[in-house]
């Protein structure tokens, strides 16, 4: 037994396993942990009028008697992706939604919201959309349908909220770090076989020294699988998610 620990080949797969948990630990450690996280996103970004429109001798489009041109109706979704509920206490002054240069907010309403108890409060004047700040349990969400004028260049958003480091879009949640975290352990399984003897057996049959160095390749897969796994899932809750938001648009 103790020739088996004083192996060099197992004492690798042992140094390689240990690393691994180490860093799957931490990983766990930093995305459990408690905080509060608020995401504004663009859900549909739909041209209701655009600049081709004026070139159609005889059309004319009009919102409550006012002629409106270039227009776009955008689905803005707000949720809390933290693991703290964002009390209304927290919102130093409403989040605001400020389209840029000289776009003209026409309306802003809600869409749907989850719960169905959510009563979000949505204003608007000039090219500004401000949401009333309000409990937002873990998991809450709704959409904002907003009709604005001249508004291609998109928004900004603005929001002051206790705990809250910065306001988050789909783009910052979907970072290079979930798919390095997978990439790793590919390294390490291609590592363990570059590092391995030359295989000097036939079939499926393997020296002992091969042994340790096709276990760590091994487990360096799984583990490679069940991450890949576990993104592509996320993927497509966050599409159904999406689906459902647009169903009353």
């Known amino acids: 037994m103790v020739e088996f620990v004083r192996d060099p080949a197992w004492q690798f797969v042992g140094a390689v396993v240990a690393l691994f948990a180490l860093g799957v630990s931490l990983w766990v450690y930093w995305a459990q942990r408690y905080r509060k996280r608020l995401l504004i996103d663009t859900v549909a970004r739909v041209p209701l009028v655009t600049r081709g429109a004026k070139e159609i001798d005889g059309l004319e489009i009009f919102l409550n008697g006012r002629p409106i041109a270039d227009a776009i109706v955008w689905v803005i979704r707000i949720q809390n992706i933290g693991n703290l509920p964002i009390v209304a206490s ?14 003209i907010v026409l309306s802003a309403k809600t869409g749907r919201y989850t719960p169905k108890d959510l009563r979000p409060r949505v204003g608007f004047a000039g ?15 709704f ?9 291609r260049k998109g928004y900004e958003r603005r929001a002051r909220i206790a705990g809250v480091h910065r306001v988050e879009t789909q783009r910052t949640i979907k970072s290079i770090w979930f798919p390095l975290m997978s990439v790793v352990p590919l390294l390490i399984s291609f590592g363990a076989l570059f590092l391995s003897p030359q295989p000097a057996s036939r079939g499926f049959s393997l020296r002992t020294d091969e042994v340790p160095y096709f276990v760590v390749a091994g487990l360096s897969l799984i583990a490679a699988f069940v991450l890949m796994l576990k993104y592509i899932v996320a993927e497509l809750a966050d599409l159904r998610r999406r689906r459902g938001q647009l169903e009353d648009f």
């Open 90 to 103: 927290d919102f130093e002054e409403p989040v605001s939604l400020s389209f840029l240069d000289d776009a």
């Open 127 to 141: 090219n500004t959309v401000t949401l009333e700040g309000q409990l937002l349990n873990p998991g809450d969400s």
């Open 143 to 151: 959409t904002c349908r907003v009709l604005a004028e001249n508004s």
